[in-house]
């Protein structure tokens, strides 16, 4: 997808025009659906608490779950208890709770009924995460995420490039952006702020996403990146994408060899076997907190346990302003909040 998608050469742009017919075709669906659902010709489910919605708007990683979890642990400051809907089976729900001790984290494919649970579990307020996914839930305010890699990338919608709807439509229902950057450089993310300021009703701020910690697969005991440093490591990843995890991991200073697999729901025995052999060879391996949802619970005692890589935001601009946003968005669903 990224040759198809950011490649100049001459085959990546023919099959790109190639492709076009069916980007047109996916747009008109598209925007059928959202018609759809804006004229009650499909049902919209209200959801019992007010809610917030963060999704991204292309497809890939865009840095949505580090934007999400910033979102829970800024409103348990504020002393709000969230409740977060998220797709994704037990593992993960284990996972991100113990990640977000303040949050009430549920899954589930009826949100109506993981909402009513988060609100018997003393949740005032949702956050419902991939919410651009689900045109068919209500949420009462929305922050969409982009990633600043996308301007290497064209801008049409699926499969010709990676926009899940035009750009007007999928950023007139947000109330904030957050624009995120891996590899991309800080003059590229600024200048997508500057480019997008005038057609967003909310605020537009730009973020890092960096490799702050490590964290133990099985002890759960917490490191420094710079632990890394100088040592031998195996940046291991099932990810669609992982150049920019990985290149998270190479900025931590370490000699790194990269493993990658298939894409998949679960982990083969013969990925977890190698894993294996690569923690007793090298001096770290380091996997994504997705891949740790996929290997917990399956690693060996007398191995030496992955690094699971801690992603978090450092705010580069307009890092106030999304906060601000996000307590009148609070403040708005939930008066009563001093």
């Given at each position: 997808?990224?040759?198809?998608?950011?490649?100049?050469?001459?085959?990546?742009?023919?099959?790109?025009?190639?492709?076009?017919?069916?980007?047109?075709?996916?747009?008109?669906?598209?925007?059928?659906?959202?018609?759809?659902?804006?004229?009650?010709?499909?049902?919209?489910?209200?959801?019992?608490?007010?809610?917030?919605?963060?999704?991204?708007?292309?497809?890939?990683?865009?840095?949505?779950?580090?934007?999400?979890?910033?979102?829970?642990?800024?409103?348990?400051?504020?002393?709000?208890?969230?409740?977060?809907?998220?797709?994704?089976?037990?593992?993960?729900?284990?996972?991100?709770?113990?990640?977000?001790?303040?949050?009430?984290?549920?899954?589930?494919?009826?949100?109506?009924?993981?909402?009513?649970?988060?609100?018997?579990?003393g949740a005032t307020i949702l956050l419902l995460d991939d919410a651009f996914r689900r045109p068919g839930v209500a949420f009462d305010a929305a922050i969409a995420v982009l990633s600043a890699e996308t301007t290497r990338a064209v801008p049409w919608a699926l499969p010709a490039g990676p926009w899940r709807e035009g750009r007007t439509a999928s950023l007139a229902v947000a109330d904030a952006v957050v624009i995120t950057?891996?590899?991309?450089?800080?003059?590229?993310?600024?200048?997508?702020?500057?480019?997008?300021?005038?057609?967003?009703?909310?605020?537009?701020?730009?973020?890092?996403?960096?490799?702050i910690q490590l964290r133990g697969l099985v002890s759960g005991a917490v490191q420094p990146a710079s632990v890394l440093r100088g040592k031998r490591v195996v940046a291991a990843t099932g990810l669609a994408d992982p150049d920019a995890f990985v290149s998270h991991v190479k900025s931590a200073g370490g000699a790194v060899q990269v493993a990658t697999w298939k894409d998949q729901a679960e982990l083969r025995d013969e990925d977890v076997a190698w894993l294996a052999h690569a923690a007793r060879r090298a001096d770290h391996v380091v996997i994504t907190e997705r891949d740790a949802v996929r290997l917990r619970g399956r690693w060996a005692a007398n191995v030496p346990e992955p690094l699971v890589a801690v992603l978090e935001l450092t705010w580069e601009e307009g890092g106030s302003a999304i906060t601000d946003a996000l307590d009148r968005i609070v403040g708005r669903t939930q008066p009563e909040m001093s």
């Open positions: 997808m990224r040759w198809l998608w950011t490649s100049r050469r001459a085959d990546a742009r023919f099959v790109r025009l190639a492709l076009l017919p069916a980007s047109g075709l996916w747009r008109v669906a598209m925007a059928a659906r959202r018609g759809a659902y804006q004229r009650g010709w499909l049902t919209t489910v209200r959801l019992p608490l007010p809610t917030i919605g963060i999704g991204n708007l292309t497809v890939g990683g865009s840095g949505r779950a580090a934007v999400t979890a910033w979102a829970a642990r800024h409103l348990a400051t504020r002393g709000v208890r969230a409740g977060l809907l998220i797709h994704g089976g037990p593992a993960l729900v284990d996972a991100l709770a113990a990640a977000l001790p303040d949050t009430v984290v549920l899954a589930g494919d009826d949100p109506a009924a993981a909402a009513r649970r988060a609100a018997a579990a950057r891996r590899r991309a450089s800080a003059e590229a993310a600024e200048s997508l702020a500057v480019e997008l300021g005038g057609t967003v009703r909310g605020p537009v701020a730009v973020a890092r996403l960096g490799l």
